[in-house]
């Protein structure tokens, strides 16, 4: 399995970035795909997940600023971050059963 995780740069204290996670391989319609993310000196912490009928899990504390939402046709994944605040920077991975992508950075600046 390989993610790709795209759609990540600097972005001002409120403004919106979506990402992007596609999944190539051995990745069924079936699997949860989730996002993490991983401030610097902090430890990876969840963000959300989808599974491939639609059913959603998303951190309490992010849940009235970020959405996941999933294209099974793409294997992609997509989290749409909105109000964008300073401690949302981190490197924020997708996540396929055992398999990590590489994760792409995001940035907020004040």
């Known amino acids: 399995v390989q993610l790709q995780a795209s759609g990540g740069g600097l972005v001002q204290a409120g403004g919106s970035l979506r990402l992007s996670c596609a999944a190539s391989g051995s990745v069924s319609s079936g699997d949860r795909m989730s996002w993490y993310r991983q401030a610097p000196g902090k430890e990876r912490e969840f963000v959300a997940s989808i599974t491939g009928v639609g059913v959603q899990a998303i951190a309490a504390s992010l849940s009235d600023r970020f959405s996941i939402s999933r294209d099974n046709v793409k294997n992609t994944i997509y989290l749409q971050m909105n109000s964008l605040k300073l401690e949302d920077t981190a490197v924020y991975y997708c996540?396929?059963?055992?398999?990590w992508g590489q994760g792409t950075q995001v940035t907020v600046s004040s």
């Open positions: 996540k396929v059963s055992a398999w």
